[in-house]
């Protein structure tokens, strides 16, 4: 392989493994706020034993995610020279946003969110662990705006020719809304839902399957799965969203999404198939003309297809593209269906006692992340052949200076290092899981709750 393949296997390897992380932070953040908040109202100590144990969660899941995400940033500098130069005063201020608005409120209550409880008020600690939660979500905005300007670039101009030549902001606000930045961020938010709804159903999927921490259990798996009934199908309209700006703004990659080879035709849409370059046609079941009805409301209107972009301006591993879009989708369908699924046995009165669908949910865990992952796959290599689509290639962008052996043997380096961190993480996410919520919560801690709660006790 050559240096350029290698450098994008490497980086494409550290982000989806750091991609892991994040978005359950963000989706777990947002369910224990809501549980500290059912606690503080009530003052039901079933809420507060469910929010200490989920936030020795989150802090195992922060921690990891904090230590792959440091790899990528030298990556820019080692690998990916180039592009550093051309984009570092657009994607250096957004890191630095992230940095100074988003990581420094995240992490400074932190601390408090961890070992507050016994420390500070239990209104504070609720604005500690809201603070945190969107100090992740915060994150998320930045690192979103500085893809989509890749994506779609705004606000800029070039300063320089050549090699030299490098983007400038112009706009700042331009910049940050740029044309696909809202619509993106809303799917990765709510993916973000999806992941952390999904790891606490899981979980308390298994304890009820167990007859385990049943008086916990139960009203956590509710709450998580409200808001991935509400996530599920948000969803469908934030990624409708998202296909139409692809459609305005990146036409070569709709056309890769599905398939569609010919230069003006009527489009249609893939429920799956399998693409043949060679042929330039796709085998599987569609809805002829679905994708011009997706785009434009109805069945007749044509699409542009990759034929009408020349061979070096359009991806060339379009059955990837196509594979991954379309895994991301018919997940997205099955989270849905589950959800709802599980909204009607509840309805019913006998969700808890369905047990094929609590071991569904046990194994569901995993699907949100696998659509999060083909749909950051699908996104970026719909991009190519561009880093900055229409502005900078990627052929152009990596490190000159760097060997496909330096490069090889940093991959191999990073791969045993990241498996022992997931092994590291299973463990003791394994290890949480199986003690379970301490029902009866620190003796330290309750007594401390209770004398702010009870003026009374702290007279005894």
């Keep these: ?45 079933i809420y507060e034993q469910m929010t200490r144990f989920w936030i020795r969660i989150f802090a195992l899941i922060f921690g990891i995610g904090v230590a792959t995400g440091i790899v990528m940033e030298f990556e820019f500098g080692t690998n990916w020279a180039t592009y550093s130069k051309y984009v570092g005063d657009i994607f250096g201020s957004a890191l630095a946003a992230e940095g100074i608005f988003a990581f420094a409120l995240e992490s400074g209550f932190l601390g408090i969110l961890l070992f507050g409880w016994n420390r500070v008020s239990p209104k504070v600690h609720f604005f500690s662990t809201l603070m945190v939660w ?7 905005v930045w690192i979103v705006v500085a893809n989509s300007w890749q994506q779609t670039p705004a606000g800029y101009h070039i300063v320089g020719e050549g090699m030299n030549a490098r983007a400038e902001i112009t706009d700042f606000w331009a910049m940050v809304f740029n044309p696909s930045s809202i619509d993106r ?64 703004n990146q036409p070569a990659k709709l056309a890769a999404l599905e398939g569609h080879f010919d230069s003006l035709a009527v489009a ?24 011009s009805f997706l785009i434009h409301q109805d069945f007749v209107t044509p699409v542009r297809g990759l034929n009408s972009f020349p061979v070096n301006e359009r991806p060339s591993q379009v059955n990837a593209v196509f594979q991954f879009y379309h895994l991301m989708v018919a997940i997205g369908m099955l989270l849905i269906l589950l959800s709802i699924i599980a909204a009607w046995m509840w309805r019913k009165g006998r969700l808890f006692e369905t047990q094929w669908l609590m071991k569904a949910f046990v194994w569901a865990v995993i699907l949100p992340q696998i659509a999060n992952q083909a749909g950051w796959f699908a996104a970026e290599m719909g991009r190519q052949p561009w880093v900055v689509y229409g502005l900078l290639r990627t052929s152009d962008a990596f490190s ?19 498996l022992v961190l997931l092994v590291l993480f299973l463990y003791l996410l394994t290890q949480k899981i199986q003690h379970g919520p301490d029902v009866h919560g620190h003796s330290e801690d309750s007594s401390v709750h209770s004398r702010r709660e009870n003026p009374l006790m702290s007279k005894k």
């Design 268 to 291: 249609d849409m893939y429920l799956l198939g399998w693409v043949d370059k060679e042929q330039q046609k796709v085998s599987g079941l569609g809805i002829p003309g679905g994708l």
């Design 1 to 45: 392989m050559d240096t350029e393949i290698l450098a994008r296997i490497q980086f494409a390897f550290t982000v989806s493994f750091h991609y892991i992380y994040p978005p359950m932070s963000i989706g777990l953040g947002l369910i224990i706020v809501i549980m500290e908040g059912l606690y503080l109202r009530s003052g039901n100590k």
């Design 400 to 418: 000159r200076t760097v060997t496909a052996n330096q490069v090889l043997f940093s991959l191999i380096l990073f791969t045993l290092v990241y």
């Design 134 to 140: 969107l100090g992740s979500m915060f994150s998320a």
């Design 185 to 248: 961020l809303s799917h990765v938010w709510i993916g973000s839902f999806l992941a952390g709804a999904f790891l606490v159903m899981s979980v308390n999927a298994w304890y009820i399957l167990k007859k385990r921490h049943l008086e916990i259990a139960k009203p956590s798996f509710k709450i998580a799965l409200v808001i991935a009934i509400a996530a599920s199908l948000a969803q469908l309209f934030t990624g409708h969203q998202s296909a139409e700006g692809v459609a305005n």
